[in-house]
């Protein structure tokens, strides 16, 4: 993983409104959630969903797509993927550890 592209996630997600968005997103599954349903769920307003959830996808972490007139946002798994893998790929010495033994999400299957 691009080492820029790990600064700008591990960014976006040092925000605490940010990292409530990925992680519903992220239990959301990859069909996501409306946005109005993100709003709703946190107790943000849509302006303050919209600023964060452009953070978000300016690190890549999130995706959207349009489905008639909702947008629908949902987690980007391979990016999540790849930042914990970028984190994880010299631990232990390059033994093997508890670490490199985690499954893939569930959102590499879809």
Do not use: W
């Amino acid at each position: 993983m691009d080492q820029n592209l790990v600064v700008r996630a591990l960014s976006a997600l040092a925000h605490e409104s940010r990292l409530a968005i990925f992680r519903a997103l992220v239990v959301a599954g990859p069909n996501g959630l409306a946005a109005g349903e993100i709003s709703q769920r946190l107790g943000l307003t849509p302006s303050s969903l919209s600023f964060h959830l452009k953070d978000l996808s300016h690190a890549e972490l999130v995706r959207a797509r349009q489905d008639g007139r909702f947008i629908f946002y949902s987690a980007n798994f391979d990016a999540m993927n790849g930042l914990v893998g970028f984190l994880t790929e010299n631990c232990c010495a390059g033994a093997a550890c508890a670490a490199s033994d985690s499954p893939l999400c569930c959102g590499d299957q879809a």
